[in-house]
């Protein structure tokens, strides 16, 4: 058994930071990339920031320069750093992380940028 849990999200205006933690806990041998995920209501859940075993990361193009994702790989822990959020982020957030080609979920935590 694998499991992840989240911790940061929260209310945060318009120009703010949050950083997002997951920690993952159990069956763990090799995770081959790390991940973030977001989904806004009455739309598909769509890739935020992974990163790799080897290091390599990539972004969406809307979140590319504002955010950034990182990984301790003794603690198992991996990390997104949000800045200059926008509105247009708000979310629920769900790490993910891919074991032996088996994808595993976190329980989401809500991101939400308002004045």
């Known amino acids: 058994q694998v499991q992840l849990v989240e911790s940061g999200g929260g209310l945060v205006q318009p120009g703010g930071s949050l950083k997002l933690s997951c920690a993952a806990s159990g069956s763990i041998f090799n995770i081959y990339a790390m991940g973030w995920y977001r989904q806004a209501p009455g739309k598909q859940r769509e890739l935020v920031a992974v990163?790799?075993?080897?290091?390599?990361?990539n972004y969406r193009d809307s979140v590319q320069g504002r955010f950034t994702i990182s990984r301790n790989n003794v603690r198992n822990t991996w990390y997104l750093q949000m800045n200059s959020l926008k509105p247009e982020d708000t979310a629920v957030y769900y790490c993910?992380?891919?074991?032996?080609?088996?994808?595993?979920w976190g329980q989401g935590t809500q991101v939400t940028v308002s004045s």
């Open positions: 990163i790799r075993s080897g290091g390599s990361a």
């Open positions: 993910n992380a891919r074991i032996s080609s088996i994808d595993y």
